[in-house]
């Protein structure tokens, strides 16, 4: 702007003069450098798509509106068409767009509103779990080889029990399924869900568990994502086998369980073996035992033949242990009376040397008479000299003793409580007259006092600001009128 030499502005001290592209500039450092990247939810409209790849559109919701562009190199990544009237999700930068001077968003990544929370959500539960342990393979249980009796957790009017139920039928009739019945979509189906799980599980009336449903979208399978399911699953003692949705779809259900199965069909096929397998295995294995056995029977027939024929004569055998039996009794008899004689002869030399022990006991009594007769004098001294030092120690704390001095504090303690309620009594008094005093000069000073002698208070009614000139009331403005026994509404006319 040009400014006469004349004028009063021109006159003023510049510093310094901005060029509008370093004021842009300037801005948009001072918007960038204050927002971090932020998301922000809302409707797409003038959506631009050109030949460059870049998406310019304005993002709006029922108050506000703002310009934003996504280039080539982020949108590459964006799984859906955009359109207009899309709600959507970004992840933004705030700058400043410097050709036109425009506040803009800047967007790094887009999905679509509903969808994108619950994946966010699930990244999250998922994340947490992780952490906590619940995905670990340490706790996984093995599936029982031949399962006799199959929980399904599932809907019963769904296409899921039905796939199951046909592929049991047709693998492994044998086994028994019990249906626990849940609603697999909806507001407490995910509770439903867990209390089943918690109930087959004190049950323990089922070998192995299925959990599952067809498939759907991630709305449509949100139940398998909750963390009470979760949790239902990892302390479930039964084996699980999750079967929820295709095989793309993944769950937080899948990772917990102890096994995950692509679809509710392939759970069933895992969960039980193929009777025809299994019985055509039976055959085989019955077929090799048998032979087996006819093998052994053959060998221990022909170990048995060798042994016949290499054992002696039983009676030559039982004559010579009967000869060895009269030859060790012999001997043991003549050992005997060896034996006997010895001790014979050391029992007639001790007898000779060994005296009567009467003449030792009697020397021990009078021994044990002379000690006790010292332990009595030893006894009766120690006594008469601890009564001498208690009498002592009596008198001594007599004369020491505190309850002359207690009864001297408690009437010190009794007078200092008389003259503290007589000090608190003149101070509650005092204070009395004081408030009295005041009482009495703040109704000599009162409004109301005032307002008693027929005088008003007139306030503007918006305000309240007391009006103390007719001047200050413009015309048909409303005012308060303030009396001694109420307010009435006035409105100014000329």
């Known amino acids: 702007m040009a400014l006469d030499s004349n004028s009063t502005l021109a006159s003023r001290p510049v510093k310094e003069v901005y060029a509008v592209s370093r004021l842009v500039r300037e801005a948009r450092g001072v918007l960038e450098g204050s927002f971090p990247l932020i998301w922000v939810e809302g409707e797409i409209s003038n959506l631009a798509m050109p030949a460059s790849g870049h998406i310019y559109f304005t993002l709006k919701d029922e108050a506000a509106q703002v310009r934003c562009a996504m280039f080539r190199n982020r949108n590459r990544n964006v799984r859906f068409t955009p359109k207009n009237g899309m709600q959507i999700l970004l992840r933004v930068r705030v700058t400043l767009y410097e050709g036109r001077g425009e506040f803009q968003l800047v967007v790094e990544h887009m999905e679509e509103a509903g969808s994108g929370a619950l994946q ?7 994340h947490r779990l992780g952490e906590e342990g619940l995905f670990d393979q340490a706790h996984k249980k093995d599936l029982p080889t031949l399962p006799q009796s199959i929980g399904v957790v599932s809907s019963p009017d769904g296409a899921a029990v039905h796939d199951i139920l046909t592929v049991l039928n047709r693998r492994f009739p044998a086994a028994n399924v019990i249906l626990y019945p849940v609603a697999v979509q909806g507001g407490d189906s995910a509770k439903q869900i867990a209390s089943m799980i918690n109930l087959a599980d004190s049950r323990q009336e089922c070998d192995v568990l299925i959990v599952g449903r067809g498939g759907g979208s991630l709305e449509d399978l949100w139940s398998f994502n909750d963390e009470l399911v979760a949790r239902a699953l990892f302390t479930c003692e039964i084996p699980v086998i999750s079967a929820v949705g295709h095989e793309v779809d993944f769950t937080i259900a899948d990772f917990v369980a102890d096994v995950r199965a692509p679809t509710p069909s392939a759970a069933a096929e895992l969960a039980v073996p193929d009777a025809t397998q299994w019985l055509a295995k039976v ?7 048998s032979l087996l056995i006819k093998h052994r029977l053959q060998d221990e027939k022909r170990h048995l033949n060798n042994l016949q024929q290499r054992l002696p004569q039983p009676l030559t055998t039982i004559n010579q242990h009967m000869q060895r039996v009269d030859q060790l009794g012999q001997q043991l008899n003549r050992n005997w009376l060896q034996i006997i004689n010895n001790k014979r002869q050391r029992v007639d030399y001790w007898s000779v040397r060994l005296k ?6 009697e020397a021990n009594q009078y021994k044990l008479t002379h000690l006790n007769e010292r332990l009595q004098q030893v006894v009766k001294q120690k006594l008469t000299q601890a009564s ?3 009498k002592t120690l009596f008198q001594r704390l007599q004369l020491n003793s505190p309850l002359p001095k207690i009864t001297q504090q408690q009437a010190s303690v009794g007078q200092a409580r008389n003259q503290l309620d007589n000090a608190i009594q003149k ?3 005092q204070n009395k007259a004081d408030l009295s005093q005041k009482m009495r000069t703040l109704a000599a000073v009162s409004p109301l006092n ?10 503007e009614a918006k305000t309240g600001q007391v009006i103390r000139y007719a001047d200050d009331v413009e015309v048909d403005q409303e005012i308060t009128i303030q009396l001694q026994n109420g307010k009435m509404k006035a409105v100014r006319k000329l």
Not at 120 to 126: G, I, P, W
Not at 356 to 361: E, L, S, T, V, Y
């Open 120 to 126: 966010r959500a699930y990244e999250a539960l998922k």
């Open 427 to 429: 101070i509650i008094e």
């Open 450 to 459: 005032t307002l008693e002698r027929g005088y008003s208070i007139t306030t």
């Open 388 to 390: 001498s030092q208690h």
């Open 356 to 361: 009567h022990p009467q003449a030792r006991i």
């Open 283 to 289: 055959h085989s294995h019955s077929h090799r035992l």
